[in-house]
Every structure is written in structure tokens, then in C-alpha cells.
């Protein structure tokens, strides 16, 4: 890897770090980008507080914290290393479509998005991505990854496969089944069409060593990628998700690039910013 486009800092409230601390240490690994996207604040009228609280929004920064810190912070640290590495701002961000003045404004703030489905509605009522996904609501999940991706303000729609974290078929088995076919191909196939790049997550790895046993990864999916690898148009983009500058590149990162070369992925080395 020499540039990673999904890069969190302190301020998200579950990593660690400041922008020079991630810029140093990818100055050390010789990337030539680096973007950071912590993740954006979500408002709590989006949802009831019961569901604020489910699907962890109470984590991200607040929108004081936005301009006076973490935005500050990267465009002084853009002055700084303007002569050794290339520095983009950014956001990962929700979509709600009847929200979306709020993703448009903050679009302008920055140099691009990267949507994160980590929760989304259906009938009526919000799902967390991590722990609601099942044959009942899955379609939930590529219904908002769709709309964030037509929207047209978003770069890359990173973790696709995330829906994989804990789905449990109709007998309550972990299998990638008939449902979740359907909703990667529509998920991959929206991908190519509005040119969004997928991104393939290397926290994913880490997280199934937390929340499993890891033994299997949790995501990314070796279906869903086996998938994607049938698009020769799909863009790619392997994403580090650091949440500690160590993130950037480790042997995590190195077994997801053998990954991608096992499953015959075209894995972009920069992203080129689209949207």
C-alpha cells in the first residue's frame, strides 16, 4: 500500500491518534496519500434516542469539535507537509436520504466522502449494520448503500460487506445464502455504474479478532469479493480503517493485498477523487 483513503483520529472517541501522528507514519511506510476521514457527526433527530444510542452515534465528534479541532488540525498539518506527501480531508458519513442537506453541506467542507452503512432505515425504523441484518433486512442495507451511492456525493463506500459481521440465515447458521448474493451484485453493480469505488477493509481483519475468535473473518467476505472479482469494471481500493496509526500498514494490511491477489481483484494504488 502507499496511500490509504479511510483514516480516523482521536476525535472519533475509538481511536487514537493525531493527523501528524497518522502523516509521520505514513511518511515512515512511503505513501504518497493520505486521507482523513474520521467519522462525521450524526445529528440526533435522525432517529429516536433509543435508536442514537443502538447504533453507537453518540460516538462520532460533535459538529463544534469538527470546526474547531479536527478540520483545523488537518489543514494545518496539509501546510506542513505540503512538500512530502499529498493530504486530503474528508468525512465518513451516513446517508439518510431525507438528510441528505446535511451530507451536502458537509460535502463542501471537504475534499471528498466515504460512505459507511453502519446503520440505515427500513419501514420505518433504523437498523445497526452490525448486529440487525438478516434475511428480513438485508435489503434494508443495499436499499441505503444504493442511495448513498446515487446520490452522487460520495467517493468510496467502504466496508460493502459489513452486512456479513453477524448475519445469521432463516435457521440461525452464519452462511453467505441466496439473500446475501442478491444484495452484493446490486451493491456491486451500482458500484460500477455511478464509478464508486469499494473498499476493501482491512479493520475488518481486527474486528474479527475482538468479536470472534478469528478464526474466520468476519469481513471482509470472500463471497462478496468473489463477486466483485466477475465485475472488470468495479473500481477497488484496499482501505487501512486506522483507528492507530500502526493501522496503516501491518500484517493485517499485508493479508488482505494477498487476498485481493488470490481472488484476481484490480486493486487501484490511488484513489482519484471522483465525486
Not at 452515534?57 to 507537509?81: F, G, N, S, W
Not at 441528505?100 to 460535502?107: A, G, I, T
Not at 445469521?168 to 447458521?173: A, D
Request: charged share 30%.
Amino acid at each position: 500500500m502507499k496511500a490509504n483513503y479511510h483514516t480516523h483520529l482521536v476525535y472519533c472517541n475509538h481511536a487514537t491518534g493525531h493527523a501528524e501522528d497518522y502523516i509521520e507514519e505514513a511518511l515512515k511506510q512511503g505513501f504518497r496519500e493520505l486521507g482523513i476521514t474520521d467519522h462525521a457527526p450524526v445529528l440526533e433527530c435522525m432517529m429516536t434516542q433509543e435508536e442514537y444510542l443502538h447504533c453507537w452515534c453518540h460516538q462520532p465528534m460533535k459538529l463544534d469539535v469538527v470546526y474547531r479541532k479536527y478540520l483545523p488540525e488537518i489543514r494545518t498539518a496539509q501546510k506542513k507537509y505540503s512538500s512530502e506527501i499529498k493530504i486530503y480531508t474528508g468525512f465518513e458519513v451516513e446517508y439518510l436520504p431525507e438528510f441528505e442537506f446535511y451530507v451536502r453541506k458537509l460535502r463542501k467542507e471537504v475534499d471528498y466522502l466515504n460512505l459507511g452503512v453502519h446503520f440505515y432505515e427500513m419501514n420505518g425504523k433504523i437498523y445497526n449494520s452490525y448486529y440487525d441484518v438478516n434475511p428480513r433486512t438485508i435489503e434494508g442495507y443495499a436499499k441505503a448503500a444504493i442511495a448513498g451511492m446515487k446520490s452522487g456525493l460520495f467517493n468510496t463506500l467502504v466496508h460493502p460487506d459489513l452486512f456479513m459481521f453477524e448475519y445469521k440465515n432463516r435457521e440461525g447458521k452464519r452462511q453467505f445464502d441466496e439473500a446475501c448474493e442478491k444484495v452484493s451484485r446490486k451493491i456491486i453493480e451500482c458500484a460500477v455504474e455511478c464509478r464508486i469505488y469499494l473498499e476493501l477493509n482491512v479493520n475488518g481483519l481486527k474486528n474479527s479478532q475482538v468479536y470472534s475468535d478469528g478464526t474466520e473473518w468476519l469481513y471482509p467476505d470472500r463471497h462478496f469479493w468473489q463477486i466483485a472479482a466477475e465485475y472488470p469494471d468495479l473500481k477497488i481500493i484496499i482501505g487501512a480503517d486506522a483507528h492507530d496509526p500502526k493501522d496503516l500498514q501491518n500484517e493485517n494490511t499485508k493479508k488482505v493485498e494477498q487476498f485481493a491477489k488470490e481472488l484476481g481483484l484490480k486493486v487501484e494504488e490511488t484513489m482519484e477523487i471522483i465525486h
